[in-house]
C-alpha cells in the first residue's frame, strides 16, 4: 500500500470500530431490555422479548469480534500486499456463501411454526419477528452473491473479475430455476389452500437465496482447484 491508500484503509477502519463499538452498546441495550422485560412474562410475551434480548447478545458479540479485529493497536493489515488481501477478501466471501444459507434453512423450523400461529389468527410479538428471519438471510445471501454488499462495493477490485462474473451468472441462474420451480409449486398450493401458499413461500424464498450462494461458492472452489 502506498501512503494515500494506507490513510483511506485507516480512515475506513476507524469508521468501521466506531460502528462495531456502537454495536456493542446498542445489543447489550436490548439484551438488557429483553431481558428485564421478559422476567416477568410468560408465554407468548415472555418468548418474545427472549427473541429481543437473544438477538441482542448475539450483536453485541458480534460488535466485540469486530471491534478487536479493527482495534486501533492492531497492525497487521498494514503489510498486506494487494495479492492477499484480494485472496482474504475471496476466502471471506466464500466462507458467508457457505454459512449464511444454513443459517436461512436453519431458521425455516422456527418461522414455519410462528407462521402457523399467524395464520390460525394466534400471532404474537415473536412469531412476527420469527417467521420473515428467513426471508431476510435469504435477501443477504442474494445480495452477496450478487455484490450489491457493502464489503463487495467498497473493495470492488479485489472482489470484481471475469471469473467472479461467470460464476454469478451461473449462480444466479441455478437460483431463478430453484424460484420459478418453487414459486409455481407455491401457486399451485394457494389455488388448493390459500393458507399453504402462503406457508410455502418462505421455504421458496430461502431455497432460492440458500441455491444462490452455495452454487457460488462451490463454483469458486472448483475453479480455485484448477489454478
Do not use: C, H
Not at 418468548?47 to 458480534?62: E, P, R, Y
Not at 389468527?121 to 454488499?149: H, N, Q
Not at 389455488?191 to 431455497?207: K, Y
Request: a positive charge.
Amino acid at each position: 500500500m502506498d501512503d494515500r491508500e494506507l490513510r483511506k484503509e485507516a480512515k475506513a477502519r476507524r469508521t468501521k470500530y466506531a460502528n462495531a463499538l456502537a454495536m456493542i452498546v446498542l445489543g447489550a441495550m436490548a439484551a438488557g431490555f429483553g431481558f428485564v422485560m421478559g422476567a416477568a412474562r410468560t408465554g407468548d410475551e415472555a418468548t418474545g422479548w427472549g427473541i429481543l434480548s437473544g438477538v441482542g447478545v448475539g450483536l453485541a458479540l458480534g460488535g466485540g469480534i469486530l471491534a478487536w479485529i479493527l482495534r486501533p493497536g492492531a497492525n497487521g493489515w498494514r503489510t498486506e500486499t494487494e495479492p492477499l488481501k484480494r485472496d482474504r477478501l475471496q476466502a471471506q466471501r466464500a466462507r458467508q456463501l457457505w454459512i449464511l444459507p444454513l443459517v436461512t434453512l436453519a431458521f425455516l423450523t422456527q418461522s414455519t411454526l410462528a407462521m402457523q400461529d399467524i395464520l390460525a389468527g394466534e400471532g404474537s410479538f415473536g412469531d412476527y419477528i420469527s417467521a420473515p428471519l428467513p426471508v431476510i438471510y435469504a435477501w443477504v445471501v442474494a445480495s452477496i452473491t450478487m455484490g450489491w454488499d457493502r464489503q463487495t462495493r467498497a473493495n470492488k477490485r479485489f472482489l470484481e473479475d471475469e471469473l467472479t462474473s461467470v460464476l454469478r451468472a451461473r449462480a444466479i441462474g441455478a437460483a431463478f430455476v430453484v424460484l420459478m420451480f418453487g414459486a409455481t409449486v407455491a401457486f399451485g398450493l394457494g389455488l388448493w389452500r390459500a393458507e399453504l401458499g402462503i406457508a410455502a413461500l418462505p421455504f421458496v424464498l430461502s431455497a432460492a437465496g440458500a441455491t444462490a450462494g452455495i452454487r457460488f461458492a462451490w463454483l469458486d472452489r472448483e475453479f480455485g482447484k484448477d489454478e
